[in-house]
């Protein structure tokens, strides 16, 4: 089992920065990609970006947030970062960690083997 906490949400107006972090614990071995969701209310769970755990610069972005968000991840610490940057208000929704045992990143959430318990990030304008 892997286990994945999540921090660092929290309430920031429009073009602020955020930095959350996902901190690993368990069977990281089983650990080929991380990555990070989000979903807001009445909405489906979306992808935002994901990174390979032994390739750093194998990452991938949803449109969405290419160019202002950034992720990536520090293996002695076993914790992956998501910098958010020039946030708007529709990037407001609860943030999730998770881990996946394939090396392709996914981008669907059904893939993805381990979660953690979601942090709330919201976008005021």
């Known amino acids: 089992q892997v286990q994945l906490v999540e921090s660092g949400g929290g309430l920031v107006q429009a073009g602020g920065s955020l930095r959350l972090s996902c901190a690993a614990s368990g069977r990281t071995f089983n650990m080929n990609t991380m990555g990070w969701f989000r979903q807001a209310p009445g909405k489906e769970r979306e992808f935002v970006a994901g990174?390979?755990?032994?390739?750093?610069?194998?990452?991938y972005y949803a449109d969405s947030v290419k160019g202002r968000f950034t992720i990536s991840r520090d293996n002695a610490r076993n914790t992956v970062y998501l910098q958010m940057n020039s946030l708007k208000p529709e990037d407001t929704a609860v943030y999730y960690c998770?881990?996946?045992?394939?090396?392709?990143?996914?981008?669907?959430?059904?893939?993805?083997?381990?979660w953690g318990q979601g942090t709330q990030v919201t976008v005021s304008s």
């Open positions: 990174i390979s755990w032994w390739i750093s610069r194998n990452t």
């Open positions: 998770a881990a996946d045992r394939s090396v392709t990143i996914e981008t669907t959430p059904a893939t993805y083997d381990y």
